[in-house]
């Protein structure tokens, strides 16, 4: 069988909202002001919270 009347542009679309992808949330480093996921080390200094900090190795230039 086919629907009785057509499903408007609207209709579809909030059915199809949850769909969407989100937007990162980012946080700066209070250290070097970076921007970083929150609850996760800094990829620049490696600064956590006031007691973490992790050693991040150089890399070497070649």
Do not use: W
């Not at 579809?12 to 609850?39: E, F, I, M």
């Amino acid at each position: 069988m086919l629907p009785v009347k057509k499903t408007s542009k609207s209709r579809t679309r909030t059915r199809r909202n949850h769909k969407k992808l989100s937007s990162v949330n980012y946080s700066l480093c209070k250290k070097c002001g970076a921007a970083k996921l929150p609850h996760a080390a800094c990829s620049q200094c490696g600064f956590v919270n006031d007691k973490i900090t992790l050693k991040l190795a150089k890399e070497a230039e070649s």
